[in-house]
């Protein structure tokens, strides 16, 4: 069992920038790939940002791509997403979540085993 804790969200004007933090409970951190997924009101939730367990291999949303950057730092159980350039469109409620020893589509919801409380962010224009 894995539990995750995500904070580092608020309010920004746009183009300003956020670091999100996810930690992880446990002692085999480095066996789970890690992803940020994010959910604006009235829409679905929508894949962000990924990295790979073994390789730290990284995947991103077109709609981020060149602004967030997800990385992670196994000594300390904990993800990031770095977010610069923000607009107001990536306002959303940001989801940490975790699957162990997976290798398949990051991008996909069901994959994920294990999903953090979820920390706003907004973005005003």
């Known amino acids: 069992q894995v539990q995750l804790v995500e904070s580092g969200g608020g309010l920004v004007q746009a183009g300003g920038s956020l670091r999100l933090s996810c930690a992880a409970s446990?002692?085999?951190?480095?066996?789970?790939?890690m992803g940020w997924f994010r959910q604006a009101p009235g829409k679905e939730r929508e894949f962000v940002a990924a990295i790979t367990y073994s390789t730290s291999s990284t995947y991103y949303a077109d709609s981020v791509k060149g602004r967030f950057t997800i990385s992670r730092d196994n000594a300390k159980n904990t993800v990031y997403l770095q977010m610069n350039s923000l607009k107001p469109d990536d306002t959303a409620v940001y989801y940490c979540c975790a699957v162990r020893y997976y290798t398949g589509s990051v991008s996909r919801e069901n994959a994920y085993d294990y999903w953090g409380q979820g920390t706003q962010v907004t973005v005003s224009s």
């Open positions: 446990g002692r085999t951190f480095s066996s789970y790939t």
